[in-house]
C-alpha cells in the first residue's frame, strides 16, 4: 500500500469517527457537519412503494401491490439552512400479484389511472432536517397527493442521537433516532396520532383490538457526506382481538430510495423563498397549494346501499323466531353499518313502515348502537317514555344504548332531561333509563379525563344519589342497582352508610354495587365493613350480603389472619349452615385456581387440629361456589363461574358468569342472576331449621348483567297469590322467551396512515343474537319441580383492513362464526328431604373461520381473490359440580 492510499484511509477513517460524534452530539451544529441539498444540485432515485395484505399468519399467501418510477430531487434555491426542493416523480407504474409471471417477487406491471393521471412536479421548503412547507399542484389527484407526501416524508430526519416529536404522513409521532454505523442512521416512529380521522374503540379491553405497529426508516450516506445514497422505510401493523389472537389482519409497507445519479444544476437567482416559488410556478405554468404532510382519505367511489334499502332485503333474518341464531347476528352488522351513514328522515321512514312493524324491536337495537344525532332524533319522534303502549320498544331501545362501548354524551344529557321533567313515565321505562344512564356515564368516563365528560358523570350521580335519599321502601332499589352500574368511587360512602344502618335488603343491594366495582376501589373501609358483615361484629345482616361480604373479603388475597377467621369459622355454632357451605366452597374455588393460596389454606388446617378431620372440612349444605373453565387457547381463558346460595332448600341467590381473562386482565361479560325469597313455607325442608332474617313475600326472578350492565330484573311472580295462579294454571311450564337482544360485542373503527402515503382502515365487529329463554313446572301432589335455563346465541365476527385508492384497491377480511349454548337444568324433589339436582350442559357447536384476499384494480378486469375456509368442533360439555349434587342428582334419578 503506497502512502498515498494509507492518507486516504486514514482521512476516511476520522471522518467517519467525526461522523460518529455528530449523531451522537448535542443539538449544536447539526447539518453543520455535512452538507445535505447543497444549493444547485439534483439527485435522482430509483422509487419502489410497496404494500402487503395478509391475515394474522403471515407465511400465507398475501395480496398487494408496488408502484415504482424515478424520483427527482432538485435544490434550486437556498440561503444558509433552508432549502427549496424541486421533486419530480416521474413514470409512476403499479405492479399487482400474477400466477403468470415468472419473476422472484411474483410482481408484474399493470396498466391503471395512474398512468393517465396529472402529474406535477412539487415544491418541499426544507429546514435543517425539518419539513416546513408542501406545495403541490392544483388538480391533482387525492391518491398521487399522498403518494408524493410520502416521498416528501423521506427527507423529514436529523442526523443527532435522541427523541422528538414530528408530524409526517404517519400522524403524530414520537420520533427516535440512533446511529448504527458512520454512514448509517435510524429513525424510529412509535405512539403515532391521527386525531383527525375517526376512531372508534371498545371500552371494554377485553373485548378490543389490539394494533402492535412497527415504523423504521434507515438512511445510508455516501462515502463523502454529501448527499444520501439510500433510504429504506419499513413498517409493518399486526392487527387481532384481544380474545382471539387468531382472527386478525396484518399490513406490510415498504419504501425503498436508491441514488442513481448526481448532477449540478443553475440554482434560481431570488431574493427570497416566496419569490423563487412564484418563478417556478410562472415557468412551469402551475398554481400551488399548501399542505401539511398529512395524507387525506380518498373519496370513497363505492355504491352504498341506503338504510332503508338494507332493512327491506333483510327484513325476514330479524324476525324474533331468528333471534339467538347465527343469521341475525350477521346482519345486524350490516344493518348498524348502514344507519350509521342514514339522515333522520330516512330512519324515520324505516320506523313508521307498516312492513317493519314485527321487527321493531331489533331496529331499536340496531339504532340503540348507531347513536349519531340523526339516529336518536329520529328514535325521540316516534318513541314517547310516557306511553304505556311504548313500554317494550322503550326499555329495547335503553337496553341497546347501555350496551354500546361507545356512548354519546347528548343522548345521554337527553335522557336525564326527560327523566327529570317527564312525569309520567311508567315504572319498567323510569328504571331502566336510570340505569341505562348509569351504564353509559361509567363507559363515557372510563379511562377518560375530558371535562365535558366528567360534567355529565357529576350531573348523572347527583341525580341518582338524590334519588336514592328520597325515595321510600321498594322504589330505593332501583337506584342501587344505578350505582352498581356507575361504578363510581365517589358513591362509596352511600353505598356503605347504607349497609351499616340501612335494611337488610338494602345492605344486601349495597353490596352487590360495590362487588362490582374494579377491586382496585375496594379499600380499607370496603375490607373493614365486609369483615364486619360477614362475622356480623356490629349488627345482625342478611345472608346474602354475608356472602357477599365473604366474596370481597376472599378475592382481596387475605393474609393468614383473615383466611385462618374464615377457616375456623367452619367450626364455628351458627345456625346459618348455608353459609359456612359457601364460604367452605368459596375458599376451595380460590385454592383450586391459585397455587399459592392452595398452600396456606392446606397448612393452616393442617395446623389446627379442630379444621384438620372430616366435620372441620365437610360443613353441612347444599351452596356451591365453583369456576369450571370453558376455554383455554394462547390468548385467552374462559371460565364458568357458578354461585349458588341455598336457603331451606332453595336457590336464594344464584349466579352463572361468563368470564374471560387475559393476562392481568378479567371481564364479566355475561351474568345470569336468580333471586328468590320468602319460599321456605312452600316447599318445607326437614334438614333443619335455618335462622330467619327477615320477613319476605313470595317472590323469584332473574337479574341480567350484560357486559358490565345490569338491566332491570324480571320478576317472576311477587306474592303467594302471583305464585300460586302460575303453579295451577300452568303458565310458566312452557318455553318462554325471558329476554331478547341483537347486540355489538366489537365495534372498532381505526386509519392508519402509513409513511408511504397510503392509508389502512381497520373496521372490526362482533355481534351476537341472544336469546334467553326458561321454564318451569311444579307440582303439588308429586312434590318436585323441573326448571330450565336455556341461553342460545349467535356469535359472529367480520373485520377487514383495507387500502383503498384510485388506482387499484387491496382488502384482506376475515370472519368468524359459531351458534353456542347453555343449558341449566334444576330438578328439586321436596317430597321427603329436599333433594336439589343442578346440571350446567353445554351443547356440541362448530366454531367457522373463513379469510379472503381480495384486490382490483378499478377500470380494470383485473380481479385476484385468495380465499381459506377453516372449521373446528367445539366439544359438548357437561361442568361437574360438586360430589353433593351428584349423589342427589342419583337420589332423585335412580
Not at 467525526?18 to 444540485?41: D, M, R, T
Not at 352488522?333 to 307498516?354: G, H, P, Q, T, Y
Amino acid at each position: 500500500m503506497n502512502s498515498c492510499s494509507i492518507l486516504y484511509t486514514l482521512s476516511t477513517w476520522f471522518l467517519g469517527v467525526c461522523y460518529g460524534f455528530v449523531l451522537l452530539s448535542s443539538a449544536a451544529g447539526q447539518f453543520s457537519e455535512i452538507n445535505i441539498f447543497e444549493n444547485g444540485e439534483s439527485l435522482r432515485y430509483t422509487l419502489q412503494s410497496k404494500i402487503l395484505l395478509n391475515e394474522r399468519d403471515i407465511l400465507a399467501k398475501n395480496v398487494g401491490f408496488y408502484v415504482d418510477g424515478e424520483v427527482t430531487i432538485s435544490v434550486v434555491w437556498g440561503t444558509g439552512s433552508q432549502k427549496l426542493l424541486k421533486i419530480e416523480l416521474t413514470s409512476p407504474q403499479l405492479h399487482i400479484r400474477s400466477r403468470k409471471t415468472s419473476s422472484s417477487d411474483g410482481f408484474i406491471p399493470h396498466s391503471s389511472k395512474l398512468d393517465g393521471v396529472l402529474n406535477k412536479p412539487f415544491l418541499v421548503v426544507w429546514n435543517n432536517g425539518k419539513i416546513e412547507k408542501v406545495l403541490l399542484a392544483k388538480g391533482e389527484t387525492t391518491s398521487l397527493i399522498n403518494l408524493k407526501k410520502g416521498i416528501a416524508s423521506l427527507f423529514q430526519f436529523q442526523i443527532i442521537d435522541g427523541e422528538a416529536k414530528e408530524t409526517d404522513t404517519s400522524g403524530s409521532c414520537t420520533v427516535k433516532y440512533s446511529s448504527l454505523s458512520p454512514i448509517n442512521f435510524q429513525k424510529t416512529k412509535t405512539e403515532c396520532e391521527s386525531k383527525d380521522f375517526r376512531y372508534i374503540k371498545n371500552s371494554n379491553e377485553i373485548l378490543g383490538i389490539e394494533v402492535v405497529s412497527s415504523r423504521q426508516t434507515e438512511y445510508e450516506l455516501d462515502s463523502s457526506f454529501t448527499h444520501l445514497k439510500s433510504i429504506n422505510s419499513k413498517e409493518t401493523h399486526m392487527i387481532y382481538l384481544m380474545i382471539k389472537a387468531e382472527l386478525g389482519n396484518y399490513v406490510e409497507s415498504e419504501q425503498i430510495l436508491s441514488i442513481l445519479e448526481r448532477t449540478i444544476i443553475t440554482p434560481l437567482n431570488s431574493e427570497n423563498i416566496d419569490q423563487a416559488i412564484e418563478k417556478i410556478a410562472s415557468t412551469e405554468g402551475l398554481t400551488f397549494t399548501q399542505e401539511t404532510l398529512l395524507t387525506e382519505n380518498e373519496p370513497s367511489s363505492d355504491d352504498l346501499i341506503s338504510f332503508t334499502k338494507k332493512v327491506e332485503n333483510l327484513r325476514n333474518h330479524l324476525k324474533p323466531e331468528s333471534i339467538g341464531t347465527l343469521k341475525s347476528a350477521k346482519i345486524f352488522i350490516e344493518l348498524v353499518n348502514a344507519a350509521r351513514s342514514a339522515n333522520k328522515d330516512e330512519i324515520s321512514k324505516v320506523l313508521s313502515s307498516k312492513k317493519n312493524k314485527q321487527i321493531l324491536h331489533q331496529l331499536y337495537d340496531i339504532l340503540g348502537y348507531v347513536q349519531t344525532t340523526e339516529s336518536h332524533a329520529a328514535v325521540m319522534k316516534k318513541l314517547h317514555f310516557d306511553e304505556e303502549e311504548s313500554i317494550d320498544l322503550s326499555e329495547r331501545y335503553l337496553w341497546s344504548l347501555s350496551f354500546c362501548a361507545q356512548p354519546n354524551p347528548e343522548i345521554i344529557t337527553d335522557l336525564l332531561k326527560k327523566f327529570t321533567t317527564v312525569v309520567s313515565i311508567p315504572d319498567k321505562v323510569k328504571e331502566t333509563m336510570i340505569l341505562t344512564m348509569a351504564s353509559m356515564t361509567y363507559k363515557l368516563t372510563r379511562g377518560l379525563g375530558i371535562d365535558s365528560n366528567l360534567k355529565i358523570a357529576r350531573d348523572i350521580e347527583e341525580t341518582i344519589l338524590n334519588n336514592l335519599e328520597y325515595a321510600k321502601g321498594e322504589d330505593k332499589n332501583m337506584y342501587f342497582r344505578a350505582l352498581k352500574n356507575l361504578k363510581s368511587q365517589r358513591t362509596l360512602p352511600t353505598l356503605l352508610n347504607y349497609i351499616k344502618t340501612g335494611t337488610l335488603k338494602e345492605g344486601v343491594l349495597a353490596w352487590k354495587a360495590i362487588k362490582s366495582f374494579d377491586s382496585k376501589l375496594w379499600n380499607d373501609d370496603v375490607l373493614i365493613t365486609a369483615r364486619k358483615s360477614f362475622f356480623q361484629l356490629d349488627r345482625r345482616y342478611d345472608t346474602s350480603s354475608r356472602t357477599l361480604a365473604a366474596d370481597i373479603l376472599l378475592e382481596t388475597d387475605p393474609n393468614d389472619e383473615l383466611l385462618s377467621e374464615f377457616l375456623e369459622y367452619l367450626i364455628s355454632i351458627d345456625p346459618t349452615y348455608e353459609v359456612k357451605q359457601y364460604v367452605f366452597q368459596k375458599i376451595k374455588m380460590l385454592a383450586d385456581a391459585n397455587q399459592s393460596m392452595k398452600h396456606r389454606v392446606q397448612q393452616l388446617i393442617r395446623n389446627n387440629s379442630y379444621l384438620n378431620n372430616y366435620h372441620g372440612i365437610s360443613p353441612r349444605g347444599l351452596s356451591t361456589s365453583l369456576s369450571r373453565r370453558f376455554l383455554t387457547s394462547s390468548s385467552i381463558n374462559g371460565s364458568l363461574v357458578s354461585v349458588q346460595e341455598i336457603k331451606s332448600g332453595i336457590v336464594k341467590r344464584g349466579l352463572i358468569d361468563v368470564v374471560i381473562e387475559k393476562e392481568n386482565i378479567h371481564s364479566e361479560l355475561f351474568s345470569l342472576g336468580i333471586f328468590s325469597g320468602g319460599l321456605s313455607s312452600f316447599i318445607a325442608s326437614n334438614n333443619g331449621v335455618e335462622e330467619e332474617t327477615e320477613e319476605e313475600s313470595a317472590t323469584a326472578g332473574i337479574e341480567l348483567t350484560v357486559m358490565d350492565t345490569q338491566i332491570r330484573p324480571f320478576v317472576f311472580f311477587n306474592g303467594q297469590g302471583e305464585l300460586m295462579g302460575h303453579v295451577w294454571s300452568g303458565t310458566a311450564s312452557e318455553k318462554t322467551p325471558a329476554f331478547q337482544v341483537l347486540a355489538l360485542l366489537h365495534d372498532h373503527l381505526e386509519y392508519i396512515r402509513l409513511g408511504s402515503g397510503y392509508i389502512a382502515r381497520i373496521d372490526i365487529k362482533g355481534a351476537t343474537s341472544f336469546d334467553l329463554s326458561g321454564k318451569i313446572e311444579i307440582s303439588l301432589w308429586n312434590r318436585n319441580a323441573e326448571a330450565l335455563v336455556q341461553k342460545s346465541a349467535g356469535i359472529f365476527i367480520s373485520g377487514s383492513t383495507s387500502i383503498d385508492t384510485m388506482f387499484v384497491k387491496s382488502q384482506v377480511e376475515f370472519s368468524a362464526s359459531v351458534e353456542p349454548k347453555l343449558d341449566l337444568q334444576t330438578d328439586i324433589d321436596f317430597s321427603a328431604n329436599v333433594q336439589l339436582c343442578m346440571r350446567l350442559v353445554q351443547p356440541e357447536a362448530l366454531f367457522r373461520h373463513n379469510i379472503h384476499k381480495i384486490e382490483r384494480i378499478p377500470g380494470s378486469k383485473h380481479r385476484m381473490r385468495i380465499s381459506r375456509y377453516k372449521k373446528y368442533a367445539v366439544p359438548g360439555l357437561t361442568y361437574s359440580i360438586n360430589k353433593k349434587n351428584n349423589e342427589m342428582c342419583n337420589a332423585i334419578f335412580s
